[in-house]
């Protein structure tokens, strides 16, 4: 579903002052434009030319200069982290974020910043793509890379820059008479997936249903196509909801659209109906929001049972009629979606979730003698077993073997996890993020590693 309408942010603060970054970014993308005068900014690119010198320092042999280059990586991509995560409020493992970077800077830390801000967990980088110069010292695949225009722009202009990024985007000035036949003009002047933007406040006769409409009815015609979307800059979470529910379509005679409501992990919490009045609320406050047919009125999740949800995304589904919440499911005593206090609407959880549920259980209740009370008490054991069934695991050789090592390596690192108050979700977030990287270390094996752990196996 390319064609989904996304938020751009633009000014440092969400124009609906009942919302924030996160909670309209749910819609599953954004586009942020940092503040590249702000003293958090300037950090990260600080690093990142100090990463770019170290490349050609003549001072320190090869050794060095490679571990310059790792470590001022490493504290640029934290800081971004950082940065993404609480100065700009957004989820980067979950959410498909684009980064609005100064060509300048791009050019001036040899592409170091482009890769930083990749490897920290966003999507795409976006340069003025009418500096070619940029864009080709930006040395990020192609397709993260998205060159940016303002209309009217020559397709000749945009055609070169696509000659080092994948897409473009275009920022179209609004007025009164904006079109559907305006826009996809727009899109389909180029060869390349084209994102259209616009500020929905610049025409004043542009309500939030008449922008539903505007934005469904151009979404609805490149969703088979895949040859743009429209991002609407700064926008209310009204505005946003109600373009994004136009895209959708359902037979239902209520108008609902079917929602199932999932973990960060895929697990389906329970099945629910949403309207576009729901999706809304939801973007404003960032939580679970529905719509209950039994009350015929909208239901936000956790309002009575306290058993609230932290929204993290909304997708609509390959053919458009049906909704998916992904979320995290809170609760004072016990995270519990269903009105029976289970976790999910299918009765007690299985496999992976059950090992968890049960290892938060023990680490406040386990009885005296208990083993996994053993380990949660004692680090020492806790590591050892950690090294030695990692070992077995490495060294089984039928697949049944593999099944038994695997089984015992998940339910110690588990009780680590729990130990260190470490969800599933959690390991999660950060695979997710770690997908987005572009710089790869070469994974050799760790020498002191790998003498830690024969040292360890040896006195068992």
């Given at each position: 579903m390319t064609s989904l309408p996304f938020p751009s942010f633009v000014s440092q603060n969400p124009v609906d002052a009942t919302a924030n970054r996160s909670a309209l970014a749910a819609v599953g993308r954004c586009r942020i434009q940092p503040e590249h005068a702000t003293e958090e900014y300037r950090a990260i690119v600080d690093l990142a030319i100090d990463q770019a010198q170290a490349a050609f320092s003549?001072?320190?042999?090869?050794?060095?200069?490679?571990?310059?280059?790792?470590?001022?990586?490493?504290?640029?991509?934290?800081?971004?982290?950082?940065?993404?995560?609480?100065?700009?409020?957004l989820d980067v493992s979950v959410v498909n974020v684009d980064v609005v970077l100064d060509a300048a800077d791009i050019i001036r830390t040899d592409g170091c910043l482009a890769a930083c801000f990749l490897d920290a967990g966003c999507s795409h980088v976006v340069v003025d793509g009418t500096n070619l110069s940029a864009l080709d010292a930006a040395k990020i695949p192609a397709g993260r890379l998205i060159g940016h225009f303002t209309h009217p722009v020559s397709p000749q202009d945009m055609a070169a820059a696509c000659d080092f990024c994948g897409s473009a985007s275009v920022t179209l000035t609004v007025s009164d008479d904006i079109s559907e036949s305006t826009i996809l003009e727009i899109i389909r002047s180029v060869d390349v997936s084209v994102t259209v933007m616009f500020r929905p406040e610049d025409s004043v006769g542009l309500l939030p249903h008449d922008l539903a409409i505007l934005v469904g009815a151009v979404s609805k015609e490149l969703r088979e196509s895949g040859e743009g979307c429209i991002a609407l800059i700064d926008p209310t979470a009204e505005q946003l909801g109600l373009s994004f529910t136009a895209c959708m379509k359902t037979d239902r005679p209520d108008g609902l659209f079917t929602t199932v409501v999932c973990t960060r992990s895929g697990e389906a919490l329970g099945l629910v109906y949403s309207s576009?009045?729901?999706?809304?609320?939801?973007?404003?406050?960032?939580?679970?929001?529905?719509?209950?047919?039994?009350?015929?009125?909208?239901?936000?999740?956790g309002d009575t049972s306290g058993n609230f949800q932290t929204l993290h995304r909304l997708d609509v589904d390959c053919d458009g009629d049906a909704l998916r919440f992904t979320v995290t499911q809170r609760g004072e005593n016990q995270a519990a979606f269903c009105h029976l206090n289970t976790l999910t609407c299918w009765g007690p959880p299985v496999g992976l979730r059950h090992l968890e549920e049960k290892l938060q259980d023990r680490l406040v209740s386990a009885p005296e003698g208990s083993y996994t009370k053993r380990l949660f008490d004692d680090t020492e054991l806790l590591r050892d077993k950690l090294v030695e069934e990692a070992q077995e695991l490495s060294e089984a050789d039928t697949k049944q073997h593999v099944a038994e090592e695997l089984a015992d390596v998940l339910y110690f690192a588990m009780v680590r996890a729990v130990k260190a108050g470490v969800s599933m979700d959690d390991a999660v977030a950060e695979l997710d993020r770690r997908s987005r990287k572009v710089t790869r270390r070469q994974g050799d094996s760790k020498a002191f590693r790998i003498a830690a752990g024969k040292e360890i196996l040896e006195q068992m």
């Open positions: 003549q001072d320190v042999d090869d050794k060095d200069r490679k571990q310059l280059q790792k470590k001022y990586m490493k504290q640029g991509v934290a800081a971004a982290v950082d940065y993404l995560t609480y100065q700009l409020q576009m009045a729901s999706v809304v609320a939801a973007l404003q406050c960032g939580r679970g929001v529905y719509y209950s047919r039994s009350r015929m009125r909208l239901w936000r999740k």
